[in-house]
């Protein structure tokens, strides 16, 4: 099950981030990603497995208004490799379809032990920076380009 962020999934946002530290994420990237979810005005979204949330993420729309973006997404480290990124990845897209069918691409910056995921999912590498997010944790630009049905 899936629904919008609320302030009181604070501390388990916090832990998801937490268990895929330092591999997904820089240690020091965790008070960035705090001050995201106290601040955030766009769409955000978590999945649950029963009473325990598993997964979030967002999307965001840029401003061309022809390309959107994904911003923190995570999946408990345990819950790797069980469908739940896939359908984080499914419920940002179908947000975009219903709320903005203007857009024509989605990126995201990721690292590159998630960019083979994002990779099997259509995205494509644009640019790479080696140590971007910490030393040994390099950032992939990635981007997908939308079709839409009668185009």
Not at 1 to 11: G, I, K, S, V
Not at 28 to 35: G, K, Q
Not at 69 to 89: D, K, Q
Request: aromatic content about 12%; glycine content about 8%.
């Amino acid at each position: 099950m899936h629904r919008p962020y609320r302030p009181e999934d604070e501390a388990a946002c916090l832990a998801l981030f937490t268990s895929n530290m330092p591999d997904f994420f820089a240690p020091e990237e965790r008070l960035e990603f705090a001050e995201f979810l106290k601040t955030m005005t766009d769409p955000y979204f978590v999945v649950e497995d029963g009473e325990h949330l598993v997964a979030c993420g967002g999307v965001f729309l840029r401003g061309d208004g022809r390309t959107a973006g994904l911003s923190w997404g995570m999946v408990e480290r345990s819950r790797h490799r069980h469908g739940y990124g896939r359908a984080l990845l499914q419920i940002r897209l179908d947000w975009l379809r219903m709320h903005a069918p203007e857009v024509e691409a989605l990126t995201i910056d990721t690292s590159q032990h998630s960019a083979p995921f994002f990779a099997h999912m259509g995205f494509e590498t644009q640019a790479v920076e080696l140590d971007y997010y910490a030393p040994g944790l390099d950032r992939h630009v990635m981007q997908l380009l939308l079709v839409r049905s009668g185009s």
